[in-house]
């Protein structure tokens, strides 16, 4: 159990065992219980919330939650209300990210199997925390909230003085008197304890020491699951609201102004919810028009706190005058508390500067919430899922299942995803982000025939029926592909993990079926507008909004052209430049993106060949750490030198999987694919090797083009480096004794000098005896390298280097473990170290009078 706890969680001594620690249930204030709702900040200290902060560093976890539970059955909500704000912020922490509360986010039940219990048990949605939320929902308390911890763009935009798009905030803010600081939303207790749990998720950095803890084991990450399984149910429906005493009568819901009516939406047109509740009779006759606020709530929040985030410069794009326009007459219209002149944007941005940067778990948790809404709305029954069949005996239940994604989750969702894809870094994290967007554009995967498919059937045709889902989303399938395919562009793709992320995305694009979907979508977008002026003004005035338009208009075709026209105007605005997904800018980014998979595959071969090579040709001797290290490097280092060859084989395997998908999905020829790697120069040479990087041919040399070094990055290509300068002014590498090699440096200088003249002329003799010198005092191949750049060629040029002695390779740990073992055997023969030495010295003089002869037999044949 983390140490905070036991400063932030709640507790309670039993009322018999302190009597004096609890007050009669009075009041204890001269105020009227009205005055004391209406201003909580009038109120005297509670003497209860003392109680409860003095002892909660005094009892363990498990009885302070058990005497919280007795407190929250025996006290009246009058008391129990002033105890509220402390006891969410102790049990999620405070929004400012200093107390951790009960650190959910690091709870695992293997862990702490006791603490995870109690909390999961304490917290759930039918537990006593649940139970508190009603007890207060029923007398309508109100609790503060600040606005500055609100998501990015919706402070700036409160703070500029303009309603947020959601209804979330509508009758809510509370601008401050004169002379007061902050704005504050009135929250009832349900949107305030929900506002705690969602933030903590953001506002929450994990511990020291919690970096490698499974986010699917958390309590967080289950109790999001749980509150989603009981307010968004995918069978039966909604639970109502626990009682708050055994036997009463349940708490209502948190009454609605006539200004905001229940599940609006957003939207200018009266939404289809809104019908239907104007005209029920008695809202006694559908129960669950009693709850279905709690999961509208809920939703919002959620979606509001975990979406609605993205960069300055999409925020800068949202605040444009023209679409400020659009949104202002409906802002306005909705709360005349807002009537005070709009500041300028300018000064809006200024008040949004902060970057925000999502985090691994909190993509993870996002993704919790997609897959759950999808099987939420594909839970409608097979009659109620056409908006032709709607009827006014419809729940409300139904048809905030056909709502939820459309015109709750869409817009954010796709700048959510758009601000991730623009900015999360290039490393295999990603492949959470990934599998968020692919599960939202897979909801058949999550629809309840499913489970009555085949699991044999490997290739199974996306049905007709998800052709309206894909048309109303066809920028999160075709903007955001283009989006993944200039960041697989820039990743390395020998790596296995980005290797699987290209191959999961080509996979569900090809499924069949669904490129002919979104080809259709496009088409619908692009055709010309055949309809009458005040229909299409209806539809496109309002650019920030989302919606499913569902009257039925005649004819079909222009319903659906409609639809695709209103989801990307109100996603990009009428002024957006579409890129179709295939069109001739993507498919040539395609193209290229099928050559650099052509290019990763030789690669990881290339790779997999050389360290075969490397380990079979190693010598013994390197087992014990003494062989030489190579400095020219032929790779970039990447995770297949970890993995080895299991390693190559899937990703061998993955690419070619994924550029047979693109093939199908584009429909690309053997013939394209051989074309564009010839063209590209993706062709191996003669030995096998690859060749030098993409160059062309300047008056200093080669300089390297953008391909070029993209395949310099990536490892796809590389030079032949190798170290061209003074040999004996090389670093001192690991396998050399240090104090040795500079010892030998100076001895061998001071030969050098003093004996410069006599070794320039032995060397420059033309019998025997020159040519054994020049083998022993010149570096060999010295006039042969030609590789050196313009600034070496000239430094080389204007310091010529005459004969020499090098004594270094006496320094190196392999030279003197090699005399060692000589002089070891040697005495196994009884011979001493004397001859022994002078054996050694006799062998090396044949060994170098045949080499000496062999060398200049290759001159002359060279000649």
């Known amino acids: 159990m983390p140490s905070s706890w036991a400063a932030h969680s709640c507790h309670l001594l039993a009322r018999r065992a302190h009597p004096v620690l609890w007050f009669p249930k009075v009041a204890v204030f001269n105020v009227p219980q009205e005055a004391a709702m209406a201003f909580p900040h009038l109120q005297q200290p509670s003497f209860l919330l003392a109680s409860l902060k003095a002892d909660s ?3 363990p976890f498990a009885q302070r939650c058990q005497d919280l539970v007795k407190v929250i059955e025996d006290f009246p909500a009058k ?7 402390w006891l969410v912020e102790s049990i999620f922490g405070s929004l400012d990210g200093v107390l951790v509360g009960w650190n959910l986010r690091c709870l695992q039940g293997r862990v702490s199997p006791v603490e995870y219990s109690i909390a999961m048990e304490f917290l759930d949605p039918g537990g006593p925390m649940m139970k508190l939320v009603y007890k207060l929902q029923a007398e309508d308390y109100k609790f503060d909230f600040p606005v500055s911890y609100l998501p990015g763009p919706v402070k700036a935009s409160i703070q500029e003085r303009v309603l947020p798009d959601s209804p979330l905030y509508h009758n809510k803010v509370q601008f401050p008197p004169t002379g007061g600081l902050g704005l504050n939303l009135a929250l009832n207790p349900f949107e305030y304890y929900m506002f705690f749990f969602a933030l903590s998720l953001i506002t929450q950095k994990p511990l020291p020491g919690t970096l490698h803890i499974r986010t699917s084991d958390c309590a967080y990450f289950i109790l999001v699951d749980r509150y989603l399984s009981w307010f968004l149910p995918t069978e039966g429906s909604v639970l109502p609201a626990l009682s708050s005493s055994p036997g009463g009568p349940n708490p209502s819901p948190a009454p609605r102004t006539p200004t905001m009516p229940f599940a609006s939406y957003g939207l200018h047109h009266t939404s289809l919810l809104k019908r239907h509740i104007s005209h029920q009779t008695s809202v006694n006759a559908d129960p669950a028009s009693h709850e279905i606020w709690r999961s509208e709530t809920l939703l919002q929040v959620f979606v509001e706190m975990w979406l609605h985030h993205y960069s300055l410069e999409m925020y800068q794009k949202m605040q444009s005058p023209h679409a400020k326009l659009e949104v202002l007459h409906y802002r306005l219209s909705v709360s005349s508390a807002l009537h005070s002149p709009a500041q300028p944007s300018l000064q809006a941005l200024h ?9 691994e778990e909190h993509v993870l948790v996002v993704r919790l919430l997609l897959k759950h809404l999808h099987a939420f709305s594909n839970s409608l029954k097979p009659e109620q899922v056409s908006p032709s069949t709607h009827s006014h005996a419809t729940s409300p239940l139904e048809e905030f299942k056909r709502a939820a994604v459309p015109r709750f989750v869409q817009q954010k969702l796709y700048l959510f995803l758009q601000h991730c894809f623009g900015h999360w870094p290039l490393d295999a994290s990603f492949r959470a982000v990934l599998e968020m967007w692919l599960s939202y554009l897979q909801p058949w995967r999550y629809a309840p025939e499913k489970q009555a498919q085949s699991s044999d059937c490997l290739a199974r045709c996306v049905s007709e029926r998800w052709a309206p889902f894909v048309q109303e989303n066809l920028l999160m399938y075709t903007k955001l592909f283009v989006g993944f395919l200039s960041r697989a562009l820039r990743t390395d793709l020998v790596s296995p993990k980005n290797a699987l992320m290209v191959f999961r995305v080509a996979k569900v694009f090809a499924q069949p079926n669904l490129a002919e979907m979104i080809q259709k979508g496009e088409q619908l977008f692009l055709e010309p507008e055949l309809v009458i002026p005040h229909r299409q003004h209806r539809l496109f005035t309002a650019p920030t909004f989302t919606g499913s338009f569902l009257s039925s208009w005649p004819p079909a075709v222009t319903d659906a052209s409609f639809k695709v026209k209103s989801h990307v105007y109100s996603l990009e605005g009428q002024d957006c430049k579409y890129t179709p997904m295939f069109g001739p800018e993507v498919r040539t980014l395609v193209l290229r993106l099928a050559q650099l998979i052509t290019q990763a595959k030789q690669t990881a071969k290339s790779i997999s060949d050389q360290c075969g090579e490397s380990t079979a040709g190693r010598p013994f001797l ?18 297949l030198d970890e993995m080895g060859q299991d390693s190559v084989r899937k990703t061998d395997e993955y690419l070619e999987k994924a550029l047979e998908y693109l093939c199908q999905m584009f429909r690309l020829s053997e013939a394209q694919l051989t074309q564009l790697t010839l063209a590209l120069g993706t062709t191996q040479d003669e030995n096998g090797k690859k060749q030098l990087p993409d160059c062309v041919v300047g ?8 391909l070029g070094r993209y395949q310099i990055i990536n490892g796809l290509r590389r030079f032949d480096i190798e170290y061209q300068g003074d040999s004996e002014l090389q670093p001192i590498r690991s396998y050399e004794i240090a104090s040795l090699v500079r010892v030998l440096f100076r001895l061998s200088s001071a030969i050098n000098r003093r004996f410069a003249g006599p070794m320039a002329a032995l060397c420059s003799r033309a019998d025997f005896l020159g040519s054994f010198c020049r083998y022993h005092l010149t570096e060999p191949g010295l006039a042969d390298r030609h590789l050196l750049s313009p600034v070496a060629r000239g430094c080389a040029a204007r310091r010529p280097r005459g004969p020499r002695l090098s004594l270094r390779f006496l320094g190196s740990y392999r030279t003197l473990l090699s005399l ?12 001493g170290p004397l001859p022994c030495a002078l054996l050694l010295v006799l062998g090396y003089l044949l060994y170098a009078v045949a080499m000496t002869l062999l060398t200049e037999r290759s001159k002359l044949h060279h000649l």
């Open 351 to 359: 008040a949004y500067q902060e970057s925000f940067t999502p985090t």
């Open 699 to 706: 008056e200093d040399g080669l300089i390297l083009t953008p």
């Open 57 to 59: 560093v005094n009892k």
């Open 622 to 639: 390197s087992w014990l750490g003494f062989c030489s290290t190579d400095t020219n490097g032929s790779y970039a280092a990447n995770d």
């Open 79 to 85: 008391e129990l209300h002033a105890i509220f704000p």
């Open 820 to 831: 060692l073992l000589a002089f070891f055997v040697a005495s196994l023969f009884c011979i």
